[in-house]
């Protein structure tokens, strides 16, 4: 699944305009990417988690 067929799937899941959909996605992708850029540790419970790696070597 891609970004926009989450927020088609979005839409129609909550009977929202495609608009309003893709302003939620936008928002969650900016939020998650802001929390990783503060280091901090992202979970969705039942999906997964993302942390930014410490070590690079």
Known sequence: MNKSQL???LAKA???TVK????VVKAVFE???????QKE????????SFK??????
Do not use: W
């Open 7 to 9: 927020t088609e799937a």
């Open 14 to 16: 909550e009977n929202i």
């Open 20 to 23: 309003k959909a893709e302003m």
């Open 31 to 37: 939020n998650m990417a802001d929390a990783l850029v």
């Open 41 to 48: 540790r992202i979970e969705i419970r039942g999906f997964g």
């Open 52 to 57: 930014v790696p410490t070590d690079f070597s």
